[in-house]
């Protein structure tokens, strides 16, 4: 069965300092992966999806088959990244998004 | 703004009561997905529809039920109330249904705050 892991509830971090939320998933298929964002009890926004390749807000992400993992990235985190992320795994069998229990990022001045 | 729409933004109601949440989705999406967030358990698949059919179920309780409309709006009922299922409903929408290609990409409402007391 497929699984996400986000092994970190809570992450804090100073201003500027680098930041990695990370996420690993078990899928037997070739999998799709996004990064969800939720500010404060919101809507999720769509970060970054894998297959895109995209910078987003200065954050990236890289898919490791080998690792089975799609860590989140930023250099230099700022104050208004604060946010819960939810990493999610798109299921082709079940049609649904799989989610990952989520890391809030804190970012301290 | 996603362009999924959701009501009633927060509603608090009472066990045993039963209550209606509706989700229109992003114009021209004919998927429509309802998700659950608790405290407790997280983000929780519960069930899809792909243009007016059932097409996957997740961890819906048998006292929860969903339909989608001929219009693609979708309304997901909540029955017989615990406290237990106060939590924030999300509906999400997309092109297509999930896997059926490569980069469909799954938008997300405000949610609906439900809280029963």
């Known amino acids: 069965a497929q699984r996400v892991t986000q092994p970190e509830k809570l992450l804090s971090v100073f201003k500027g300092a680098p930041v990695e939320l990370k996420c690993n998933y078990s899928?037997?298929?070739?999998?799709?992966l996004f990064w969800y964002v939720q500010y404060s009890r919101q809507r999720l926004q769509l970060l970054l999806r894998?297959?895109s390749r995209e910078s987003i807000k200065g954050f990236t992400a890289d898919l490791n088959k080998g690792e089975t993992s799609f860590h989140l990235k930023k250099p230099f985190a700022q104050e208004e990244d604060s946010a819960m992320y939810y990493c999610a795994l798109m299921d082709m069998g079940r049609r649904a998004l799989t989610f990952g229990s989520g890391t809030r990022l804190q970012v301290q001045p | 703004d996603s362009g999924v729409t959701q009501t009633p933004k927060h509603l608090i109601t009472a066990t045993g009561q039963r209550v209606t949440l509706r989700c229109s989705p992003r114009s021209g999406d004919l998927s429509v997905y309802w998700y659950q967030q608790s405290l407790d358990q997280g983000l929780q698949f519960l069930i899809q529809?792909?243009?007016?059919?059932?097409?996957a179920k997740g961890n819906i309780l048998e006292r929860f039920s969903a339909q989608q409309f001929p219009d693609l709006h979708s309304e997901l009922n909540l029955s017989s109330l615990e406290l237990g299922d106060s939590a924030l409903y999300f509906c999400a929408s997309s092109v297509a249904g999930a896997g059926q290609f490569s980069g469909n990409t799954i938008y997300f409402g405000e949610g609906s705050w439900l809280t029963v007391v």
């Open positions: 899928y037997s298929g070739s999998p799709e």
């Open positions: 894998h297959i």
């Open positions: 529809y792909y243009n007016g059919e059932e097409r």
